[in-house]
C-alpha cells in the first residue's frame, strides 16, 4: 500500500492563513496620521491584531471599531479609538465580506455587524475588503442576505420579503436560548433570495421597507478586494 504524502494544509488551516495573509496585507496599507476604520468578523480580526504589532512598533493612527468585539480586541491591542461618534471622514476601512462578486458588490453582516459596518464605509475614502478564496463568487447570493430589523418589526419584514421572492429566518444564538439580538438592539433575518442578478434592484425594493433598518448588500463601497488564495494575494478591482 502506497501513503501519500501532501504538504497542502486541511482546508480550515489554509482559509485561516488566507485571511491572515489578506489582514497582514491591508495593513500594510497603513500611513502615519491615519484616520483608520477597523472591521469586524474573523478576517478583520487578523487586521486589528496586525495593527496594533505596527501600533507597538510607532505607528501613529486613531481608529474607529464596527462593533463592540472589535472595539475591545483593538483596545486590547493598545490602538487608539474614537469611541464618542463616526467621524465625517475615515482614510481608509479594513473590513471582511461574506461574499463578493466582479463589480465589487459584497454581502456582508455573518456576524451580525452589518449596521455599523455600513456607516464606517460610507464615511470612508478607500474601503479594503479583505477575503480568503472562498468569499469570491461571480453572483451574489449563496450566503443569506442579512437584513438587520426592528425587533417588534421582525415579522411584518419577514412578510414583505416573502413577496420580494426571499425565504427569511430569523438568527437564532448559537446557544439556542432565543434570538440573535446586534449591537444596536435588533434582530437579524438571514433572507435567502436564490442567486441575487440584480443586487442594486434589490437594495431598493429592501430600503423603503419600515422596521427594517439596514441590509447586508453593500453596492459602491469597496475599493478593492485583497484576495489571499493559497499563498498568493491578488488585488481585485472592479470590472464594470
Ligand atoms: C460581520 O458582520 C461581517 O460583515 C463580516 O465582515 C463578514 O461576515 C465576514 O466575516 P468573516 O471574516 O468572519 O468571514
Redesign the pocket.
Known amino acids: 500500500m502506497t501513503t501519500k504524502t501532501t504538504t497542502t494544509p486541511p482546508s480550515d488551516t489554509l482559509v485561516e492563513q488566507e485571511?491572515q495573509l489578506a489582514a497582514r496585507t491591508a495593513v500594510e496599507q497603513v500611513e502615519q496620521g491615519m484616520c483608520i476604520g477597523l472591521?469586524?468578523?474573523?478576517?478583520?480580526?487578523y487586521a486589528v491584531k496586525a495593527l496594533g504589532e505596527r501600533v507597538r512598533q510607532g505607528l501613529d493612527v486613531v481608529a474607529v471599531a464596527?462593533?463592540r468585539d472589535t472595539l475591545n480586541l483593538a483596545i486590547s491591542e493598545g490602538i487608539p479609538m474614537i469611541t464618542s461618534s463616526v467621524p465625517l471622514s475615515l482614510d481608509l476601512t479594513i473590513?471582511?465580506?461574506?461574499e463578493f462578486d466582479p463589480q465589487l458588490r459584497?454581502?456582508?453582516?455573518?456576524?451580525?455587524?452589518?449596521l455599523h459596518?455600513k456607516i464606517v464605509a460610507s464615511a470612508t475614502r478607500r474601503e479594503i475588503?479583505?477575503?480568503?478564496h472562498t468569499?469570491q463568487v461571480e453572483v451574489l447570493g449563496k450566503f443569506k442576505l442579512?437584513i438587520e430589523v426592528i425587533q417588534l418589526a421582525w415579522p411584518l419584514v419577514a412578510a414583505q420579503v416573502r413577496k420580494l421572492g426571499g425565504t427569511p429566518f430569523l438568527r437564532q444564538l448559537k446557544t439556542g436560548t432565543g434570538p440573535f439580538v446586534t449591537d444596536e438592539g435588533n434582530y437579524i433575518l438571514d433572507c435567502d433570495f436564490g442567486p441575487i442578478r440584480d443586487p442594486q434592484a434589490l437594495a431598493c425594493s429592501l430600503e423603503p421597507i419600515p422596521g427594517l433598518v439596514e441590509h447586508?448588500l453593500f453596492i459602491g463601497y469597496a475599493s478593492e478586494v485583497i484576495l489571499a488564495r493559497g499563498n498568493q494575494i491578488e488585488v481585485v478591482r472592479a470590472r464594470s
Not at 459584497?106 to 452589518?114: A, F, T, V
Not at 475588503?129 to 480568503?132: N, S, V, Y
Open positions: 485571511k472591521g469586524s468578523g474573523t478576517t478583520a480580526a464596527t462593533s473590513d471582511g465580506a461574506d459584497l454581502i456582508k453582516g455573518g456576524g451580525g455587524d452589518l459596518e475588503i479583505i477575503c480568503d468569499k442579512p447586508g
